[in-house]
């Protein structure tokens, strides 16, 4: 366990020296979520309709575009190899990049969502349902991105192919993401919703760092 | 599973390939011209949709095969990663857009059924939406296993997107499902009404079994072609 924590330690150190790269992500989520008014209109009732689908999207296309580096800096400077020599299980070498994925993109948009939200015209319990979705449901999305990651390594145009790749299995994810926040307007059931993009994230824990791990040991032959 | 690893041999499989594929392909054109006779002339028009049923004779069994080829991309998938058959890969490589033309088939084929029937080319109706997103899902694998300039590495990196996709696809169903009766109800006429009809079932089988014969020969026959592709590339590297 200690390998593990070393590992997130690492990659937390890395994003630390250099901000940049989550600055980056985080202003590309503040870009993309305001051109949603500028290219529908300013007109409230339908921004504030729209607003968890927007935001939902928008952290979804965030967390991808973050993610061609995941593994590909450590494939070039030979960390990767490495990993796959180390003692300890690959599977949790692969699931401690993610963590530290999710600490970087997951967590900062979780927190920025509902600031953005603001300006869709939410009401603060609405924004309090966004920021506890995205909160549960991008561990799925750094865990499947980072799965998508692994698999493109070293592949020619990898950032377009990891999008196609990562997309369709996301959908689950955005449909229930985006699905809680708009019971609450249509009083549904939103603890269901949280309930199921929970056990989402649960699958995608108990299942990606297994194919990660191997698509990591065809990238090391 | 013995005969199975029996074939796994490319040349073995390749000379069995040779024997089958003539009476197959004789066989696919007699049944689709009996198919398309039954299906176009002999079946009578439904009493509700009238001439447009007979696009269900493509449709349906499109559907049908478009599933069951990404069953066949995850078994060949599997077969690669656990057996390290050579064949499966190729196979795999060879089946991925025969699959993804089925699929591909079938939305174009419900669009233009759409149009007259439902009013609409597309509605974001729930088997309409899984079915998109089954297409993604072949073109990922399409692309990611040609992706690599060692052609090795994308076989297996796309065998591990084919299963991982394989546990994902009831998943989507679901959400799909659930998110579509969340925002409107379902609305859409069905085939027939609760049964279907003889006259119309025994040409709707019969084309199904056609347009498997035809899946079946088309990737037996890229599979010989990926074969080919293989030894070549090889024969280069090495002279």
């Not at chain 1, 305001?34 to 952290?59: K, Q, S, T, Y």
């Not at chain 1, 967390?63 to 003692?87: K, M, N, V």
């Not at chain 1, 948009?109 to 603060?124: I, M, Q, R, S, Y």
């Not at chain 1, 194919?211 to 040991?217: F, V």
Request: hydrophobic letters at 60%.
């Amino acid at each position: 366990m200690s390998g593990f924590a070393g590992l997130v330690a690492r990659d937390l150190r890395l994003v630390w020296r250099r901000p940049g790269d989550v600055a980056v992500v985080l202003a590309f989520f503040v870009v993309a979520t305001i051109l949603f008014p500028l290219g529908i209109g300013p007109e409230a009732n339908v921004l504030a309709r729209i607003a968890a689908g927007v935001l939902w999207c928008a952290a979804l296309f965030a967390a991808l575009l973050s993610l061609d580096r995941l593994f590909a800096a450590d494939h070039e400077d030979g960390t990767l190899d490495l990993l796959l020599l180390a003692p300890w299980p690959l599977e949790l070498a692969a699931l401690a990049k993610c963590c530290a994925h999710w600490i970087v993109t997951g967590l900062p948009l979780a927190a920025l969502a509902p600031v953005l939200g603001v300006t869709f015209g939410l009401e603060p319990r609405v924004l309090w349902a966004l920021a506890a979705t995205l909160l549960v449901g991008t561990p799925t999305l750094s865990l499947i991105g980072g799965l998508a990651a692994a698999l493109t390594l070293g592949a020619r145009k990898s950032g377009a192919l990891l999008a196609l790749l990562a997309l369709p299995l996301c959908v689950p994810t955005l449909i229930f993401g985006a699905g809680a926040v708009e019971s609450l307007a249509t009083g549904g059931d939103f603890g269901a919703h949280i309930a199921i993009l929970a056990a989402l994230a649960l699958v995608a824990l108990a299942t990606t760092p297994w194919a990660i791990a191997a698509a990591l040991r065809q990238a090391g032959e | 599973m013995a005969d199975l690893h029996f074939l796994a041999s490319p040349a073995r499989f390749r000379r069995l390939s040779q024997r089958v594929l003539p009476s197959l392909a004789l066989a696919t054109v007699l049944m689709l011209a009996f198919g398309l006779y039954l299906a176009l002339i002999q079946s009578p028009p439904d009493y509700q949709q009238g001439d447009t049923v007979r696009i269900m004779f493509v449709h349906v069994p499109s559907a049908w095969l478009a599933m069951a080829g990404y069953g066949l991309l995850a078994a060949l998938g599997a077969s690669l990663l656990i057996w390290r058959h050579p064949l499966a890969a190729l196979m795999a490589r060879a089946s991925a857009p025969v699959g993804a033309g089925f699929c591909a088939v079938c939305l174009l084929t419900g669009a233009l059924w759409g149009r007259p029937m439902w009013g609409a080319y597309w509605v974001w109706d729930a088997r309409l939406t899984s079915m998109l997103l089954l297409f993604f899902l072949y073109l990922g694998h399409i692309a990611l296993s040609r992706a690599y300039d060692e052609p090795e590495r994308g076989d297996r990196a796309a065998a591990i997107l084919a299963l991982v996709g394989v546990i994902n696809l009831p998943i989507i169903k679901f959400s799909v499902d659930w998110w579509n009766t969340l925002h409107q109800p379902a609305s859409v006429a069905r085939l027939g009404g609760p049964s279907i009809h003889p006259s119309i079932l025994v040409p709707l089988l019969w084309m199904a079994a056609t347009l498997f014969l035809l899946f079946v020969l088309l990737v037996l026959l890229r599979t010989d072609t990926e074969i080919d592709r293989r030894r070549l590339e090889n024969a280069e590297v090495q002279s």
